[in-house]
């Protein structure tokens, strides 16, 4: 698989400091490996299709193209899911 990032996480990714974001950004490089992936979780109602991974107290959501994981948002667990 490969892991694209949509603009809007890169943008979200960028202010974090840089352990975290070399956290999230090494949980992410797990998704190379789907579906042999742990602690990813399938989210439901509005959000159903899409995925979600954590590390901490970050996320990353996510969906599956083809071979692609596009990663859309990435934040602190507060208020990420409220869009």
Same mark, same amino acid.
């Given at each position: 698989?490969? $892991?694209?990032? !949509?603009?809007?996480?890169?943008?979200?990714?960028?202010?974090?400091?840089? !352990?975290? %974001?070399?956290?999230?950004?090494?949980?992410?490089?797990?998704?190379?490996?789907?579906?042999?992936?742990? *602690? $990813?979780?399938?989210?439901?109602?509005?959000?159903?299709?899409?995925?979600?991974? %954590?590390?901490?107290?970050?996320? !990353?959501?996510?969906?599956?193209? *083809? +071979?692609?994981?596009? $990663?859309?948002? $990435?934040?602190?667990?507060?208020?990420?899911?409220? +869009?």
């Amino acid at each position: 698989m490969r $892991v694209v990032f !949509a603009l809007e996480a890169v943008e979200q990714l960028d202010p974090l400091p840089d !352990a975290m %974001r070399r956290r999230v950004v090494n949980a992410l490089r797990r998704l190379r490996e789907w579906p042999a992936v742990s *602690g $990813v979780r399938a989210l439901t109602g509005p959000l159903a299709g899409q995925y979600r991974i %954590r590390t901490g107290d970050y996320r !990353a959501q996510f969906y599956l193209r *083809g +071979d692609e994981v596009i $990663v859309v948002k $990435v934040g602190h667990r507060d208020g990420f899911y409220d +869009d």
